[in-house]
């Protein structure tokens, strides 16, 4: 299982925003990664991928993005929150030999 | 750049077969299998994400419990596709399906450590199950 928080996450632009994602297994490998993605499904557009094994940004994703944890704890944040940053986040389990999992997605939307 | 697209019928009917088929772009995908593998990926309306299955070169895994072994994943016909059946639909089934493409070389028993997320997805498409 794969628990997000917070499930709505208002904020103001150019302000900071995290979002926390806890595994209910641990998703360290014993090669030394973790096993867990992050995606954003903007509003009418397909998933995009953020963040991969925990901490590895994926081509193309502004360095406003990062993320950090390990084991069952992580923490996806955005630096400085944009407009087009609106959409749904979702944490994504993907520990080799188990199902893939997402979390429920927090929505994140402007005040 | 690989693209994906996802095909197949907009209205199904219930207790009847979903097929869809992900054509991709300028590559075969049982030679490109060796580097990459396929995920499904589906959202119901007004609902999150959930993992469908996966198929590689290995074979399919099934991700989602809830769907009781109703999903089938497959290369399609043709050398450029893979392929979701799902069995048994009813109106819960109704949802937007993506696919998408795996960076990740496919291993039996082991993880890659040179795996880098699912970077390529299809636009998606509706399906609506109604009589």
């Known amino acids: 299982v794969m628990t997000q928080s917070p499930l709505s996450l208002p904020v103001t632009l150019g302000e900071p925003a995290s979002i926390s994602c806890r595994s209910s297994?641990?998703?360290?490998?014993?090669?030394?990664?973790?096993?867990m993605d992050w995606y954003l499904r903007k509003p009418g557009q397909s998933p995009q991928l953020l963040i991969y094994?925990?901490?590895f940004r994926a081509s193309g994703v502004p360095d406003r993005f990062s993320g950090s944890g390990s084991d069952t704890e992580f923490t996806l944040r955005i630096d400085r929150v944009e407009a087009e940053d609106v959409g749904v986040y979702y944490c994504?389990?993907?520990?080799?030999?188990?199902?893939?999992?997402f979390g429920q997605g927090t929505r994140l939307e402007i005040k | 750049q690989v693209l994906l697209q996802e095909s197949g019928p907009v209205l199904v009917k219930p207790s009847q077969t979903l097929s869809l088929t992900c054509s991709v772009s300028?590559?075969?995908?049982?030679?490109?299998?060796?580097?990459?593998?396929w995920i499904w990926v589906r959202q119901p309306a007004g609902k999150g994400l959930e993992c469908i299955g996966r198929?590689?070169?290995?074979?399919?895994?099934n991700d989602n419990p809830s769907l009781r072994g109703r999903a089938t994943i497959s290369m399609g016909r043709s050398k450029n596709q893979v392929s979701l059946e799902l069995h048994s639909m009813t109106a819960a089934d109704t949802a937007i399906y993506y696919c998408?493409?795996?960076?990740?070389?496919?291993?039996?028993?082991?993880?890659?450590?040179?795996?880098?997320?699912?970077?390529?997805w299809g636009q998606g498409t509706t399906v609506i199950v109604s009589s």
């Open positions: 300028d590559v075969s995908v049982s030679s490109a299998s060796v580097s990459f593998y």
């Open positions: 994504m389990q993907v520990l080799p030999g188990f199902p893939f999992i």
């Open positions: 297994l641990s998703l360290l490998h014993r090669n030394g990664f973790d096993y």
């Open positions: 998408g493409r795996i960076n990740s070389r496919p291993t039996v028993g082991g993880a890659d450590p040179s795996y880098r997320g699912v970077d390529v």
């Open positions: 094994k925990g901490t």
């Open positions: 198929y590689s070169i290995y074979g399919e895994s």
